[in-house]
């Protein structure tokens, strides 16, 4: 990579070097999974996704499928960046997403407890619980798995609250 863009420079994980100030700085973002990728585009930066991430193939970035086709994507961001009406037209569509995918589609369930990424614990003692009704959370992702219903929380409606007792 070097011989190929001398000013590039890695940074390791452990580095303290802020993300944030690197993407102010950013001609293009190039990501393997990172939803620093999402929030690149949401920025309004182009964005080559190199895995298949979740907002791969969403319309705000670049998703090549072969290592030739990944360079030709780069080279040609860096030879011609969008105009500004693309990059506001990217940043809309991923800012749509990330609203969706934080805030609608994930779910916080009252019947499972996690301390940051330890084991999940169930904490329902009684099947009842769980009746439909009890937890909007819940029947949610039941109607996803039973009718194939994506489970997106209806706008207005926090998908971040559950209670559920028993």
Sequence with gaps: MARRWPD?????AEDTTSSYVL???AAVGLVYT???GLELAAR???VVVAA???????GFTLDPDTEA?????????????PQAAERRRV??????????????????LAAVHEEGRSRPEIRVTQASALDPGRDAAIDRVVRG??????PIAPSGTSSLRSTVSG
């Design 8 to 12: 590039v420079r890695v940074i390791e």
């Design 44 to 46: 309004g930066v182009p």
């Design 23 to 25: 993407m102010e700085e």
């Design 69 to 81: 086709a990944y360079w030709a994507a780069v080279d040609g961001i860096l030879a011609s960046p």
């Design 145 to 150: 798995i039973v009718d194939g219903v994506p």
């Design 34 to 36: 990172s939803t620093v």
């Design 91 to 108: 940043q809309d569509l991923a800012r749509r997403y990330a609203v969706l995918f934080f805030f609608r589609f994930h779910h916080v």
């Design 52 to 58: 298949s991430t979740h907002y791969r193939g969403r």
